[in-house]
């Protein structure tokens, strides 16, 4: 049976509830009035409730529908009254137990299952949403209710599907709403965004393209078409198809957002021309942090931190909140040498970040703070960094120098040792070289420094370390050649040891 008073809506890709136009009410004074001369007239408390509820006086509403179920409690609209009043209020469980009510004194009514399904989703009880949907569906199917109304449950469904993890199942349930429904617009991109997602991004493609044919500036099927094309090493094409669409796009957030698109697919290939994209879409679309956000992490890698930093300050200005935008800034500030403003931005970043981000903002404040001389911090939040990225040969590297500085010389070997086994860099080796001779490992130092000089003869502080290495060993005139050949590349610390 089709709700004739609320109904629960998808907005804005989450949950949410929504109240479809009510007949014209008499306004709550009125209401109040009629019932101090009728105390207890239930219709009259149901209508005084929904005027509450228009007005925005939602402990109120509460109030009058309990004292209606405490009257009445088989009373339909004042269970859903209450629940669309809790749920305004914020109080989610409270709402769902009073759907789950109608659900069981009405078990045949659509909405109620329907509304118990969005109380579900919106805790992320993902499993319950779902098997309250699939009731709406089939109560919905069997009493001829019109694809309008069905078309948010099948959205529903399709959204908790895809939590659990099956977007194919989520596909086939879109489908089925465009059978129902018609090819709307919405119900195909979800369609193709699901398949693409289960791996079946061939499948996607035609119902991508009807998606286009009716509307050719949607920049969400624009932009997966294109990373379907990338995907199968179509480049060239998945640039075509979004110059069709940058050809017929007059608006100009839209063009700025198909812009950004093109940027990220060239990046990795032209970044000169990524970059001129990203600058025509800053400029048509000021508030399109996304494309400063790159714009910045282009500068970065160019090497150029004051125009870095200031497209992160762009796109900070938009989405202060956003944990990548606080790690480049964060980048910048540290490229500058500002290792008190990185590590500011970097600990922000790491507070609100997850995964990657996060061990990115760690990093960071772990070199920062070393650069500040807060070894102890440092090595802190390096051991940190670690723990989150494991496989991160740089975070090794600096754990084990904030931890040398520390003269924590058991952590500084197993850091370094574990940065060379994955990044068998000049810089790593050195410092391990150097941790060894600390730790008197005298043979394990004159082996890792003697590969060093060997792949990198110029390098003067390794040849000065191997001098120590091997005079440790009692290798005096192998020592003085390390320590002659350091002096000649102008490390002066190594002048003092030559003898005459």
């Given at each position: 049976?089709?709700?004739?008073?609320?109904?629960?809506?998808?907005?804005?890709?989450?949950?949410?509830?929504?109240?479809?136009?009510?007949?014209?009410?008499?306004?709550?004074?009125?209401?109040?009035a009629?019932?101090?001369?009728?105390?207890?007239?239930?219709?009259?408390?149901?209508?005084?409730g929904?005027?509450?509820?228009?007005?925005?006086?939602?402990?109120?509403?509460?109030?009058?529908?309990?004292?209606?179920?405490?009257?009445?409690?088989?009373?339909?609209?004042?269970?859903?009254?209450?629940?669309?009043?809790?749920?305004?209020?914020?109080?989610?469980?409270?709402a769902?137990?009073?759907?789950?009510?109608?659900?069981?004194?009405f078990?045949?009514?659509?909405e109620?299952?329907?509304?118990?399904?969005?109380?579900?989703?919106?805790?992320?009880?993902?499993?319950?949403?779902?098997?309250?949907?699939?009731?709406?569906?089939?109560?919905?199917?069997?009493?001829?209710?019109?694809?309008?109304?069905?078309?948010?449950?099948?959205?529903?469904?399709?959204?908790?599907l895809?939590?659990?993890?099956?977007?194919?199942?989520?596909?086939?349930?879109?489908?089925e709403?465009?059978?129902?429904?018609?090819?709307?617009?919405e119900?195909?991109?979800l369609?193709?965004?699901?398949?693409?997602?289960?791996?079946?991004?061939?499948?996607?493609?035609?119902?991508?393209?009807?998606?286009?044919?009716?509307?050719?500036?949607?920049?969400a099927?624009a932009?997966l078409?294109?990373?379907?094309y990338?995907?199968?090493?179509?480049?060239?094409?998945?640039?075509?198809?979004?110059?069709?669409?940058?050809?017929?796009?007059?608006?100009?957030?839209?063009?700025?957002?198909?812009?950004?698109?093109?940027?990220?697919?060239?990046?990795?290939?032209?970044?000169?021309?990524?970059?001129?994209?990203?600058?025509?879409?800053?400029?048509?679309?000021?508030r399109?942090?996304?494309?400063?956000?790159?714009?910045?992490?282009?500068?970065?890698?160019?090497?150029?931190?004051?125009r870095?930093?200031?497209?992160?300050?762009?796109?900070?200005?938009?989405?202060?909140?956003?944990?990548?935008?606080l790690?480049?800034?964060?980048?910048?500030?540290?490229?500058?040498?500002d290792?008190?403003?990185?590590?500011?931005?970097?600990?922000?970043?790491?507070?609100?970040?997850?995964?990657?981000?996060?061990?990115?903002?760690?990093?960071?404040?772990?070199?920062?703070?070393y650069?500040?001389?807060?070894y102890?911090?440092?090595?802190?939040?390096?051991?940190?960094?670690?723990?989150?990225?494991?496989?991160?040969?740089?975070?090794?590297l600096?754990?084990?120098?904030?931890?040398?500085?520390l003269?924590?010389?058991?952590?500084?070997?197993?850091?370094?040792?574990r940065?060379?086994?994955l990044?068998?860099?000049?810089?790593?080796?050195?410092?391990?070289?150097?941790?060894?001779?600390?730790?008197?490992?005298?043979?394990?130092?004159?082996?890792?420094?003697?590969?060093?000089?060997?792949?990198?003869?110029?390098?003067?502080?390794?040849?000065?370390?191997?001098?120590?290495?091997?005079?440790?060993?009692?290798?005096?005139?192998?020592a003085?050649?390390?320590?002659?050949?350091?002096?000649?590349?102008?490390?002066?610390?190594?002048?003092?040891?030559?003898?005459?």
């Amino acid at each position: 049976m089709k709700s004739t008073w609320i109904i629960l809506l998808l907005l804005g890709g989450g949950f949410a509830l929504a109240q479809t136009p009510p007949p014209a009410q008499p306004d709550p004074a009125a209401l109040e009035a009629r019932l101090r001369e009728q105390p207890g007239d239930l219709p009259t408390m149901v209508a005084l409730g929904r005027a509450y509820l228009d007005d925005g006086r939602l402990d109120d509403a509460v109030r009058i529908f309990e004292d209606v179920l405490a009257l009445d409690y088989q009373n339909f609209q004042a269970h859903f009254g209450l629940g669309l009043a809790l749920y305004r209020k914020g109080d989610v469980k409270g709402a769902l137990f009073e759907f789950d009510q109608v659900t069981r004194l009405f078990p045949d009514r659509f909405e109620g299952w329907y509304n118990l399904a969005v109380a579900y989703a919106d805790l992320g009880r993902w499993e319950e949403a779902t098997e309250a949907f699939k009731r709406a569906l089939a109560l919905g199917t069997e009493q001829g209710l019109a694809p309008e109304v069905l078309r948010p449950a099948y959205i529903g469904l399709a959204a908790a599907l895809r939590k659990l993890g099956t977007p194919e199942e989520a596909a086939a349930v879109l489908l089925e709403a465009v059978a129902s429904a018609g090819e709307d617009e919405e119900l195909l991109y979800l369609a193709a965004e699901n398949l693409a997602m289960a791996g079946k991004p061939k499948d996607a493609i035609p119902l991508l393209y009807k998606v286009l044919n009716r509307d050719r500036g949607h920049v969400a099927a624009a932009g997966l078409l294109a990373d379907i094309y990338v995907g199968q090493g179509l480049v060239e094409r998945a640039l075509r198809e979004l110059d069709r669409s940058l050809a017929v796009a007059n608006d100009p957030a839209l063009k700025a957002n198909l812009l950004l698109k093109k940027a990220m697919i060239l990046k990795g290939t032209d970044p000169q021309q990524a970059s001129e994209l990203l600058r025509e879409a800053t400029q048509l679309d000021g508030r399109l942090w996304q494309a400063h956000y790159d714009l910045g992490t282009h500068w970065l890698r160019a090497g150029d931190a004051e125009r870095a930093l200031e497209a992160f300050k762009k796109a900070y200005s938009v989405k202060p909140d956003e944990p990548r935008i606080l790690v480049g800034l964060a980048a910048a500030y540290f490229q500058m040498k500002d290792y008190k403003q990185a590590l500011r931005y970097a600990k922000l970043a790491s507070a609100a970040a997850k995964g990657s981000p996060k061990a990115d903002a760690l990093l960071i404040a772990g070199k920062s703070a070393y650069r500040l001389g807060r070894y102890g911090e440092a090595r802190a939040l390096l051991m940190q960094t670690v723990d989150l990225a494991p496989d991160r040969a740089e975070a090794w590297l600096w754990l084990g120098l904030a931890a040398y500085a520390l003269q924590d010389l058991d952590t500084a070997v197993a850091a370094l040792e574990r940065a060379v086994q994955l990044d068998p860099s000049p810089i790593a080796r050195l410092n391990l070289g150097a941790a060894y001779l600390a730790k008197k490992r005298f043979s394990d130092a004159e082996q890792v420094l003697t590969q060093v000089v060997l792949e990198d003869p110029q390098n003067a502080e390794a040849w000065y370390n191997l001098g120590w290495a091997l005079k440790s060993l009692a290798r005096e005139t192998e020592a003085q050649r390390a320590w002659k050949r350091a002096l000649e590349l102008g490390y002066e610390p190594a002048r003092s040891l030559i003898k005459k």
